[in-house]
């Protein structure tokens, strides 16, 4: 990351193709490209915790997921794909995908329909003999600019009970009725290709039944598989991102004079980096002993739920001190916090809204009590 990463943000900013490849072929040669999936699937991993503590490095930069090869939503789609997939389904895809060949896409969030509440699914993908013909419009497809394909949600059987309605099934970008309409612009910016978030139509998509991913009706359980881990990554990645503008914070604080002293000896500017490293602390410990249970086979839905409101929160008041400290500098391309303030904004709604995750932790405590019990902290 040091000798490699940060000396290259500015390039990596401006999609040097040149720059990614050979960035791209140091990982390889270091063994550590792809580290989200194990060697059996094309990657380097070493289990969960292994990678999980790996992010916390990584997520230092917004760019070194894609010099690693472990991009969302690539990264995810890999994931299932091995999860789930057939052995024809990992030879066409998922290899070179892992190989960075291609990428992919995740499409299932729509625009007329919450996205906090996936049971309200429109996109349909109707049986007709030996295909699924799809149809619907969705938003927000992450990384469809110029990918090979992509994993639709779709209805596949309207009367199902909510969390068997749906399926998810590849969908090669070249298919006929495709059409990604637009990269949607995110707080003013549209991205390139890996980081762009597009709406998409599909009008009558065909696409062969053996393009499901698991059975039909599978496509809850399969979210929840990629989602659960996924946000123990994307916090693991958050806490680098809060340990780097922490380092910033206070390395500016003891260098930056104001009014005869220096920032580091204001007692506001004191109690921020008090408070900062405090709540860093304790979100690292709260997203440790999350992956610790996943890592034994434990759902952990509510320490999942809390880590995911909890360190969002913390994410932005880490970055958002450290721009004040930086005053109008913070606010420029000078250093990495302005691009992650706007990031760290978005983390407060992608893979379940804030408010979600709340009310999953006190129905879930709430419960515990209703049966006679109580809720331990263990």
């Given at each position: 990351?040091?000798?490699?990463?940060?000396?290259?943000?500015?390039g990596?900013?401006?999609?040097?193709?040149?720059?990614?490849r050979?960035?791209?072929?140091?990982?390889?040669?270091?063994?550590?490209?792809a580290?989200?999936?194990?060697?059996?699937?094309g990657?380097?991993?070493?289990?969960?915790?292994?990678?999980?503590?790996?992010?916390?490095?990584?997520?230092?930069?917004?760019?070194?997921?894609?010099?690693?090869?472990?991009q969302?939503?690539?990264?995810?789609?890999?994931?299932?794909?091995?999860?789930?997939?057939?052995?024809?389904?990992?030879e066409?895809?998922?290899?070179p995908?892992?190989a960075?060949?291609?990428?992919?896409?995740?499409?299932?969030?729509?625009?007329?329909?919450?996205?906090?509440?996936?049971?309200t699914?429109?996109?349909?993908?109707v049986?007709?003999?030996?295909?699924?013909?799809?149809?619907?419009?969705?938003?927000f497809?992450?990384?469809?600019?110029?990918?090979?394909?992509g994993?639709?949600?779709?209805?596949?059987?309207?009367?199902?009970?909510?969390?068997?309605?749906?399926?998810?099934?590849?969908?090669?970008?070249?298919?006929?009725?495709?059409?990604?309409?637009?990269?949607?612009?995110?707080?003013?910016?549209?991205?390139?290709?890996?980081?762009?978030h597009?709406?998409?139509?599909?009008?009558?998509?065909?696409?062969?039944?053996?393009?499901?991913?698991?059975?039909?009706?599978?496509?809850?359980?399969i979210?929840?598989?990629?989602l659960?881990?996924?946000?123990?990554?994307?916090?693991?990645?958050?806490?680098?991102?809060?340990?780097?503008?922490?380092?910033?914070?206070?390395?500016?604080?003891?260098?930056?004079?104001?009014?005869?002293?220096r920032?580091?000896?204001?007692?506001?500017?004191?109690?921020?980096?008090?408070?900062?490293?405090?709540?860093?602390?304790?979100?690292?410990?709260?997203?440790?002993?999350?992956?610790?249970?996943?890592?034994?086979?434990?759902?952990?839905r509510?320490?999942?739920?809390?880590?995911?409101?909890?360190?969002?929160?913390?994410?932005?008041?880490?970055?958002?001190r450290?721009?004040?400290v930086?005053?109008a500098?913070?606010?420029?391309?000078e250093?990495p916090?302005?691009?992650?303030?706007?990031?760290?904004?978005?983390?407060?709604?992608?893979?379940?809204?804030?408010?979600v995750h709340?009310?999953?932790?006190?129905?879930?405590?709430?419960?515990?009590?209703?049966?006679?019990?109580?809720?331990?902290?263990?």
């Amino acid at each position: 990351m040091e000798e490699h990463v940060y000396p290259n943000e500015r390039g990596l900013q401006a999609d040097d193709l040149e720059l990614i490849r050979s960035l791209q072929a140091k990982t390889k040669e270091e063994g550590l490209w792809a580290p989200h999936v194990p060697p059996e699937a094309g990657g380097t991993g070493r289990g969960f915790l292994a990678y999980a503590f790996l992010n916390e490095e990584i997520g230092r930069s917004s760019y070194a997921q894609l010099v690693f090869g472990c991009q969302a939503p690539d990264a995810g789609n890999a994931e299932i794909l091995h999860m789930f997939g057939t052995e024809e389904q990992k030879e066409r895809w998922l290899a070179p995908l892992v190989a960075g060949e291609i990428r992919s896409f995740f499409s299932m969030t729509e625009p007329e329909v919450p996205g906090s509440d996936p049971t309200t699914l429109r996109t349909l993908a109707v049986r007709d003999g030996d295909d699924w013909v799809v149809d619907g419009h969705k938003w927000f497809s992450s990384g469809a600019d110029g990918a090979a394909f992509g994993i639709v949600m779709a209805v596949t059987d309207p009367d199902a009970e909510p969390h068997r309605r749906a399926s998810q099934i590849i969908v090669p970008a070249d298919t006929p009725g495709v059409d990604v309409v637009r990269s949607i612009p995110v707080l003013g910016h549209a991205g390139r290709g890996w980081s762009t978030h597009c709406e998409v139509w599909y009008r009558g998509v065909r696409v062969p039944v053996e393009n499901t991913l698991g059975s039909p009706g599978d496509g809850f359980r399969i979210a929840q598989k990629r989602l659960g881990p996924g946000r123990i990554h994307h916090v693991m990645r958050w806490l680098g991102q809060m340990q780097r503008a922490f380092e910033l914070l206070c390395r500016y604080a003891l260098e930056r004079e104001a009014f005869g002293s220096r920032l580091a000896d204001k007692q506001t500017v004191q109690n921020w980096i008090a408070d900062s490293a405090a709540e860093i602390h304790a979100c690292r410990l709260m997203t440790l002993d999350a992956a610790q249970k996943i890592d034994e086979g434990e759902e952990a839905r509510v320490e999942v739920s809390v880590i995911k409101f909890y360190a969002a929160r913390v994410l932005h008041d880490v970055i958002d001190r450290a721009i004040q400290v930086h005053g109008a500098r913070g606010l420029t391309d000078e250093t990495p916090l302005a691009e992650m303030y706007a990031n760290a904004r978005a983390a407060r709604i992608y893979d379940g809204p804030d408010e979600v995750h709340r009310m999953v932790v006190s129905r879930r405590i709430l419960k515990e009590f209703e049966r006679g019990g109580t809720w331990r902290f263990s």
